[in-house]
């Protein structure tokens, strides 16, 4: 409890930042208009399946879609400023925050492992936007990252992991999204996050009988983060990773907007964020889907990183990593988008998914195999929580759904 009292300042301090944010971005959104210049999601969308540099854009969008983002500029940013929190780990710069990728060292595989899923994904199915929104980003937040996490560095590992994982994660996530969520009025990001889930275990038991696949070389692990001999050699992380330090707070909720993409860096995040306010002050109607409910989902977010590190706070110190990020990702977001961004679904799907997602997810993280990795855990937590937040808040309280604009 002392510990917690503690770090009330930092909390307060961060709740107070994402609600100026808001309120800033809603005063604002009106001044804006949707005619910047910067093509909406509308015409994003329409273009992509036709045009071979709108369906590029697309890829770059996608690697913000785990955050709700969908924004170009906040694709472009999450890569870049990914690369500078890698480089400035390798080089054991202070500047470097919480090391990317949990200290591995494998962030260039990742990367690449990721890019190969993402662009089949997007190569393979990107002509099903003509028929609206394709959950085409499922690969790149998922299993070829996972796949590297399990058997190590490699082109071999990085080529399996992103090829069979485009080649299955999609269709199940279409699939679910199509048939089943869409005719139950259910959020999406219950099917996309189940497709990563489901696909992961097809294809780690896969690779379990494919004779060029080896965990010799693979990197060991430790009771919670992989880690590699390359990782374990680094001196110790600088101060702002201890969770017992001043600042560390701010710096872990700022992390947590990219640990879906597996980098839990400052620097990553900072580039998504920074790269997607950019693009909602060159058009609000690109971002977000092109809802105009960026602000709204940011908040939610903010708010569910806050209270889920501060809840869990004991969580972090005494295992050094916990899944606090899930809600972000996941029930904050899906909960703002699903009842038209009202300050009553932004606050109880924050807090609510706050409360339930991380330790589902460590639940579930707890009874893996060993082959698994643990975003499997931290996914199927993503699919339960989230659906029973929306039913709580559309059956339970009897939350509006605005109809489709």
């Not at 490699?154 to 199940?172: D, E, H, Q, R, S």
């Not at 900072?270 to 709204?296: D, I, K, M, R």
């Not at 977010?301 to 916990?322: C, D, H, I, M, P």
């Amino acid at each position: 409890m002392k510990a917690r009292l503690r770090l009330l300042p930092e909390f307060l301090g961060v709740l107070a930042f994402g609600f100026v944010l808001y309120y800033a971005m809603v005063a604002l959104q009106g001044s804006l208009g949707s005619d910047g210049p910067l093509f909406s999601f509308e015409t994003w969308l329409e273009r992509a399946p036709d045009s071979a540099l709108y369906r590029f854009f697309w890829l770059l969008g996608d690697t913000s879609e785990p955050t709700f983002y969908a924004s170009l500029f906040g694709g472009i940013g999450l890569l870049a400023f990914a690369f500078v929190g890698h480089l400035l780990y390798k080089t054991n710069s202070r500047l470097r925050g919480i090391p990317i990728c949990y200290g591995t060292g494998l962030w260039p595989w990742i990367f690449a492992a990721s890019l190969v899923g993402l662009g089949l994904s997007v190569a393979l199915f990107g002509g099903l936007l003509e028929g609206g929104w394709a959950p085409t980003f499922v690969p790149f937040v998922s299993v070829p990252a996972a796949v590297v996490f399990v058997y190590g560095a490699g082109w071999k590992n990085a080529l399996t992991g992103g090829i069979l994982g485009a080649l299955v994660t999609f269709p199940i996530a279409y699939g679910i999204i199509q048939y089943v969520l869409t005719p139950l009025g259910l959020p999406g990001v219950i099917g996309a996050v189940t497709g990563m889930w489901l696909g992961a275990i097809l294809v780690l038991e896969l690779c379990r009988y494919l004779p060029w696949m080896s965990r010799e070389t693979a990197p060991s692990e430790g009771e919670d983060i992989p880690e590699t001999g390359e990782g374990t050699d680094l001196p110790q992380p600088p101060p702002p990773v201890d969770p017992n330090r001043r600042g560390w707070f701010g710096r872990r909720v700022l992390a947590d907007f990219s640990e879906a993409q597996f980098y839990g860096n400052e620097w990553a995040s900072a580039g998504l964020l920074l790269g997607t306010l950019l693009s909602w002050v060159l058009n609000p109607l690109h971002p977000a889907l092109g809802t105009g409910l960026l602000p709204a989902v940011i908040l939610s977010q903010v708010l569910t990183a806050a209270v889920g590190v501060l809840l869990y706070y004991e969580s972090w110190r005494e295992k050094g990593w916990y899944p606090t990020f899930v809600p972000l990702v996941s029930v904050a977001p899906a909960m703002a988008l699903a009842f038209g961004g009202t300050m009553q679904s932004i606050l109880l799907g924050a807090v609510l998914g706050a409360i339930l997602a991380p330790p589902v997810a460590q639940f579930v993280i707890d009874r893996l195999p060993d082959h698994w990795h643990l975003f499997i855990g931290n996914t199927l937590s993503m699919a339960l929580s989230s659906l029973v937040v929306f039913l709580i808040l559309r059956y339970a309280l009897g939350f509006e759904v605005p109809p489709p604009s």
